[in-house]
């Protein structure tokens, strides 16, 4: 499996991949760190299959969206800003509320109910079935 794409929506904030020292100073100083820190993922393989853990913390996992559409397996989350009560005004805010989106390439020959999926403390863990392989039978056209 390989990653193929991630998208960052944020309120306000953009990721750009383009490369200048003083931009990388000033965003390690005053910006958040990198697009990769959205929706970290771990992935490993054993003997039956692969295994994702994709971190979606505060994330409901009714808010979160899995999607296998022509080879990828797209994951989407959406957060919420919590409006509290009686606190004041916000003088930093340094958690990211918005959309969220990664995909993986996982094969043509994977089947949605080859996936798994289960949510449990901000950990996002998917489990995909190795798919069997076909063997393409030999057919034998008769020379008339």
């Known amino acids: 499996m390989s990653e193929n794409q991630m998208n960052v929506e944020n309120k306000g904030r953009e990721v750009s991949n383009y490369y200048h020292p003083f931009w990388s100073l000033f965003n390690d100083c005053f910006s958040y760190d990198d697009a990769s820190d959205v929706m970290k993922t771990d992935i490993s393989e054993n003997e039956n299959g692969y295994e994702l853990d ?4 505060g994330v409901d996992k009714k808010d979160i969206r899995l999607v296998l559409d022509k080879g990828y397996l797209s994951i989407s989350a959406k957060t919420r800003r919590k409006e509290v009560q009686g606190r004041g005004k916000n003088l930093r805010t340094e958690r990211s509320y918005g959309s969220f989106s990664r995909s993986f390439y996982v094969g043509n020959n994977v ?3 080859d996936i798994d999926a289960a949510c449990d403390n901000g950990i996002l863990t998917i489990s ?6 076909v063997k393409q039978e030999e057919k034998f056209i008769e020379i008339k």
């Open 111 to 113: 089947k949605r109910e």
């Open 128 to 133: 995909i079935k190795k798919p069997t392989e």
């Open 54 to 57: 994709v971190e979606v913390p």
